[in-house]
């Protein structure tokens, strides 16, 4: 089935210890987002990428960074993990023809110890 | 600026009740209005959409919304809860050339046997 995966689903990491999460779609779509949800809040837009064009969301910390380098995959870097970065992140994607259904992965939820 | 505005944090209801969440939208043209579905450690899913066809929309599982403009509102409604459906609920409005999406706050939906 065409889906949208996340690796790993459970993350550690220690206070300032880079951290890459990982995120791959089988649906060929043009969109990726990035998504943050701290515990018992809303999902946040950190940014997306259409195509290979970037696109940072005013309020995203500078700690955060992205890269695709094809359209199947999709990281989210933090540099300097702090403690309240621990969340649940999400990725979804997104086709440009038709629907604008955003397809969202199961998560990584990052623990900073 | 496009925002929607869940009025209730936590619903609480009987087995075999009606459902209603509430949502208001804030939107300065016809927006376009999701809801989705998040069970505990599990990925956000689609209950249903609107994007200015039919304003009763039908979604999966009996879920149902209506969208009215003269009142701003896109409530959730479903005629007899299941235990199944305890979970967070989120609407969410589209936004931005790349179909940003902001999330309201979240309804927490508890099922009472």
């Known amino acids: 089935d065409a889906m949208v995966i996340q690796n790993p689903r459970y993350q550690v990491t220690q206070f300032g210890k880079p951290v890459t999460l990982s995120c791959s779609q089988t649906?060929?779509?043009?969109?990726m987002y990035w998504y943050q949800q701290k515990s018992s809040q809303a999902p946040k837009l950190l940014f997306h990428?259409?195509?290979?064009?970037?696109?940072n969301e005013a309020d995203t910390p500078d700690n955060f960074q992205s890269r695709r380098p094809n359209t199947s995959f999709c990281f989210l870097d933090i540099r300097s993990p702090g403690l309240g970065d621990a969340a649940m992140y999400l990725c979804?994607?997104?086709?440009?023809?038709?629907?604008?259904?955003?397809?969202f992965g199961p998560g990584t939820r990052l623990t900073v110890l | 600026a496009q925002s929607v505005t869940q009025l209730d944090s936590h619903v609480s209801v009987s087995e075999g009740t009606p459902v209603l969440l509430r949502c208001n939208y804030s939107s300065s043209y016809s927006p376009s209005l999701f809801w989705y579905v998040q069970h505990p450690n599990k990925g956000l899913q689609l209950l249903l959409k609107?994007?200015?066809?039919?304003?009763l929309v039908k979604g999966i599982n009996g879920f149902e919304a209506e969208f009215k403009k003269s009142e701003t509102s896109f409530h959730l409604t479903k005629p007899s809860a299941h235990m199944s459906d305890a979970a967070e609920y989120f609407c969410v409005v589209m936004r931005g050339s790349a179909r940003q999406l902001t999330f309201g706050s979240g309804t927490q939906l508890t099922v009472l046997p």
């Open positions: 990428y259409y195509d290979k064009d970037f696109n």
């Open positions: 649906l060929n779509h043009n969109v």
């Open positions: 979804a994607t997104r086709g440009t023809s038709g629907s604008n259904e955003q397809f």
């Open positions: 609107y994007t200015s066809a039919a304003t």
